[in-house]
T-cell receptor, first 111, second 115 residues
């Protein structure tokens, strides 16, 4: 089946800890994205990547980092600098600038 | 950044009723998208609109791209309990450089359907 997978479904972070969220797609899409969703809010763009080995900051990149070493993978690291990391994180991909398709999400909780 | 005003914020309706929600923007968009999100899941694309004035249907769903390119609406006819979820609109501006990949999202409309 073609699609976007995110893991884990739930992730717990301790104070001062970095955590990495996985996003993989087998749709052969060039572009990948990370969004953050808070209750009652729309999706806010963290980072996006149009091609391998290149990525740009979105609207709320502070406290996050990404890499794009492979076309299929776009992991997101939530660093200790992100003071309010509790949220639902969504990964998406698209063929160029066309319609974005979303993964199932990872819920990050702080212990 | 750009803002999309989506309304209503929430709706509570009886099964069988029709539903209408809309998004407006101060900016012109080249593409309007409507997504549905169920609890704990990622948004799923319902309808994509690419041309001003375009009216597109997907089963009981109908969406239109406003003539001014600053608004869009989504209608759901004869609602059923599985229509429950959050509906998001998103707009995209197509222009050169990296910004043509970015979507602007509304804050969503929470739909509850009473059986």
């Amino acid at each position: 089946d073609g699609g976007i997978t995110q893991s884990p479904k739930y992730l717990f972070r301790k104070e001062g800890q970095n955590v990495t969220l996985s996003c993989e797609q087998n749709l052969n899409h060039d572009a990948m994205y990370w969004y953050r969703q808070d209750p009652g809010q729309g999706l806010r763009l963290i980072y996006y990547s149009q091609i391998v080995n290149d990525f740009q900051k979105g609207d709320i990149a502070e406290g996050y980092s990404v890499s794009r070493e492979k076309k299929e993978s776009f992991p997101l690291t939530v660093t200790s600098a992100q003071k309010n990391p509790t949220a639902f994180y969504l990964c998406a991909s698209s063929k160029g600038g066309e319609t974005q398709y979303f993964g199932p999400g990872t819920r990050l909780l702080v212990l | 950044g750009q803002q999309l005003n989506q309304s209503p914020q929430s709706m509570f309706i009886q099964e069988g009723e029709d539903v209408s929600m809309n998004c407006t923007s101060s900016s012109i968009f080249n593409t309007w998208l409507w997504y549905k999100q169920e609890p704990g899941e990622g948004p799923v694309l319902l309808i994509a609109l690419y041309k001003a004035g375009e009216l597109t249907s997907n089963g009981r769903l109908t969406a239109q791209f406003g003539i001014t390119r600053k608004d869009s609406f989504l209608n759901i006819s004869a609602s059923i309990p599985s229509d429950v979820g959050i509906y998001f609109c998103a707009g995209q501006i197509l222009r050169g450089g990296g910004s043509n990949y970015k979507l602007t999202f509304g804050k969503g409309t929470l739909l509850t359907v009473n059986p």
